[in-house]
């Protein structure tokens, strides 16, 4: 669910005189609420709106209801070819079965549910001679493949998706979408409808870098407010400092279908505070916090923060002070745990009621830790390993328990029976 400023985090850092502490030249004024000028919207938008809560798609998991999914591989080295596997884990009946499976030479790149079925997001990628490109250093043709697929019986369909690759990183109840980009900055984010496969653009502001999730019918995205249109980082990189050293981060709720922002935070640049988006929950956004170590060349989490009346105030102080690790979990659509990983425990925050867990875990034989969080407030958590015919490596092993429990240091699992493949 962790959505990084990566972009910002590493210019901070990479630019001269980016110092913590450092007050950054103010760019001009920016109004609470703004309306983008360059392309105007239509008097009444034919856009469509949100269906549904905005929830991440995910690389390895998507969950309706009681079933989550998950995505398990092999690989042949000598043919090129990968099988993946859809499992699905039913936590009413604590039972594994396969859903699907598909060989090919393309790459995986995304996995969505919805009660009616699931979509796979798998990239082809062949060079000239129509072999799978296998590093980054060859170029090649890239289709993009939209696998719909029914997990009762494992029949798929096979649909080609316009603008290759396509790597969709979000869903709601009735498509998916997927970031587009232009250069450094993201230009517009594409809607593919579930049921008719149509895909649509919406537009986002200018120099957009980041588009963090939604609440209600808005987007939440961070924009870089510049005294002038930003040069190309690419091709012109002091032109691009110097100016990066003048601008701000702006986070902004956006409504594609009028172009209106309304601005909720601004941040310098370059001053050493960068945040990474963590989550939502009943509107309000939350962000884990980083500031630049004293020899400039690390950020470290210092805080878990929600932002409100502009302002970010720190709900939560990690534990550790030798390089905090932080994940998101969420429940419904929301985020309900963020989940700080110490050398052999964890500590839960529980946005639910502001307190923070240390639930029991068995670091050396990986138990104990949190894996879903179901709609009936259980958890679904490992419980050591096992082989399986459907994977590589060894997978972990998964019980559930009652949330409540599980948060004061219970035990009392009930495993699920995994898939073995045999």
């Known amino acids: 669910m962790n959505k990084l400023l990566p972009f910002a985090l590493a210019l901070a850092l990479a630019l001269p005189g980016c110092a913590a502490g450092d007050t950054a030249p103010q760019p001009p004024?920016?109004?609470?609420?703004?309306?983008?000028?360059?392309?105007?919207?239509?008097?009444?938008?034919?856009?469509?709106?949100?269906?549904?809560?905005?929830?991440?798609?995910?690389y390895d998991t998507a969950a309706v209801g009681q079933t989550f999914y998950g995505m398990m591989s092999t690989y042949d080295e000598e043919t090129l070819t990968s099988v993946y596997t859809i499992i699905a884990t039913d936590t009413t009946a604590n039972t594994q079965q396969k859903a699907a499976e598909l060989e090919t030479q393309g790459y995986y790149t995304s996995l969505a549910a919805w009660q009616d079925g699931l979509e796979l997001y798998i990239?082809?990628?062949?060079?000239?001679?129509?072999q799978p490109v296998t590093n980054s250093y060859q170029n090649g043709d890239i289709t993009s493949w939209r696998y719909k697929i029914d997990p009762a019986t494992g029949q798929m369909e096979r649909l080609e998706v316009e603008g290759a690759p396509y790597?969709?990183?979000?869903?709601?109840?009735?498509?998916?979408y997927a970031e587009r980009s232009v250069g450094q900055w993201i230009e517009c984010i594409n809607r593919l409808d579930h049921a008719t496969g149509q895909q649509v653009d919406l537009p986002l502001p200018s120099q957009t870098q980041n588009v963090y999730d939604a609440i209600g019918q808005r987007w939440l995205i961070g924009r870089i407010?510049?005294?002038?249109p930003m040069p190309d980082y690419t091709t012109d990189r002091d032109a691009f400092?110097?100016?990066?050293?003048?601008?701000?981060?702006?986070?902004?709720?956006y409504d594609p279908a009028t172009r209106a922002c309304e601005k909720l935070f601004e941040t310098p640049c370059c001053d050493g505070e960068k945040w990474m988006y963590s989550g939502q929950r009943d509107g309000v956004p939350y962000f884990i916090h980083y500031t630049?170590?004293?020899?400039?060349?690390?950020?470290?989490?210092?805080?878990l923060d929600k932002l409100e009346n502009g302002t970010m105030t720190t709900v939560y102080t990690p534990q550790s002070d030798q390089w905090p690790e932080f994940e998101s979990y969420g429940q419904d659509g929301e985020e309900r745990w963020v989940v700080e990983y110490l050398r052999d425990s964890i500590a839960i925050y529980d946005l639910a009621d502001g307190q923070t867990y240390t639930p029991t875990v068995d670091h050396d034989n990986y138990i104990g830790y949190p894996i879903q969080l179901l709609p009936d407030d259980r958890v679904v958590v490992t419980n050591g390993w096992y082989e399986t015919t459907a994977a590589t490596d060894r997978q972990p092993a998964l019980v559930t328990i009652d949330m409540t429990a599980y948060l004061n240091g219970s035990t009392d699992y009930t495993p699920i029976e995994m898939y073995t493949g045999k």
């Open 29 to 58: 004024e920016t109004p609470t609420t703004t309306t983008e000028t360059a392309a105007e919207a239509p008097a009444e938008s034919t856009l469509p709106g949100l269906t549904g809560r905005l929830r991440q798609t995910s």
């Open 167 to 176: 790597s969709p990183q979000w869903q709601d109840d009735a498509a998916v």
């Open 225 to 228: 407010i510049s005294p002038g």
């Open 241 to 253: 400092f110097a100016m990066w050293q003048n601008s701000q981060l702006e986070i902004d709720l």
């Open 292 to 303: 630049a170590t004293e020899d400039q060349s690390y950020t470290m989490a210092v805080g």
């Open 123 to 130: 990239d082809d990628w062949l060079d000239e001679n129509g």
